[in-house]
């Protein structure tokens, strides 16, 4: 079975600052990893994924992430917070390009000025 | 940029009432998925269609909903008697193919019941 765990319901960070916001996965076989962003009352964005190939991907927003196998994690990152980063973040995986995405509990990212 | 649409944004019905939530996918794909979110918890798997039928649900999708797409444009998600615990914001997604990876979500449809 396939599941994601995001082990902080909170981050808060300073604007200006690292972020990290961390994920671990299991699934049998290759994992498709994703991080989506939701803001209040709004869908959910896309930020950035990974399929195959470099183990750091980047995406939208100055977003990165690192996809570690043997660590079985795929850890959101950005090298400097900004306030409008602020929003709640869930990691997601998937097993085939059309598979339904099974998703993380979601971490809240609040930024402070 | 194209994107999904769903309609209506907020929908309040009373228990034992029929819905019906409807979303407007990206207009080269194929594959479309409902999801849901109950208030402060995870977004959770509902269905997924492919082709004019139903692909894969999950344990929530029983007997009470069911899944449409009437006219080659949309796609909808009917509760035929509503519970309490169906209140939830359900979230459409579309897919253009295989090969794509990325599922794009509309904006939502809160609905509650009363």
């Known amino acids: 079975a396939q599941s994601v765990a995001q082990p902080e319901d909170q981050v808060n960070v300073a604007e200006g600052n690292p972020l990290t916001v961390k994920c671990t996965y299991s699934?049998?076989?290759?994992?498709?990893l994703f991080w989506y962003v939701q803001y209040p009352n709004r869908g959910l964005q896309f930020l950035l994924k990974y399929i195959t190939g470099d183990n750091l991907v980047k995406g939208s927003y100055g977003f990165e992430a690192e996809f570690n196998k043997s660590q079985t994690s795929f850890h959101l990152k950005k090298p400097s917070a900004l306030v409008s980063d602020s929003a709640l973040y869930f990691c997601?995986?998937?097993?085939?390009?059309?598979?339904?995405?099974?998703f993380g509990s979601g971490t809240r990212l609040s930024i402070r000025p | 940029e194209p994107e999904v649409t769903q309609t209506p944004s907020h929908q309040v019905t009373q228990m034992g009432q029929e819905v019906i939530l409807r979303c407007v996918p990206i207009?080269?794909?194929?594959?479309f998925y409902w999801y849901r979110q109950i208030l402060g918890q995870k977004v959770e798997f509902l269905v997924s269609f492919y082709n004019n039928e139903i692909s894969e649900k999950s344990e929530i999708f029983d007997d009470q909903f069911s899944v449409e797409r009437p006219d080659g444009s949309n796609f909808t998600l009917k509760i035929r008697s509503t519970k309490l615990e169906d209140s939830a914001m359900y979230f459409c997604?579309?897919?253009?193919?295989?090969?794509?990876?990325?599922?794009?979500f509309g904006p939502g449809t809160r609905l509650t019941v009363t």
């Open positions: 997604a579309s897919l253009q193919g295989q090969g794509s990876y990325e599922q794009y």
């Open positions: 997601a995986v998937k097993r085939g390009s059309a598979s339904k995405i099974i």
């Open positions: 699934v049998s076989g290759n994992p498709y």
């Open positions: 207009s080269n794909h194929l594959y």
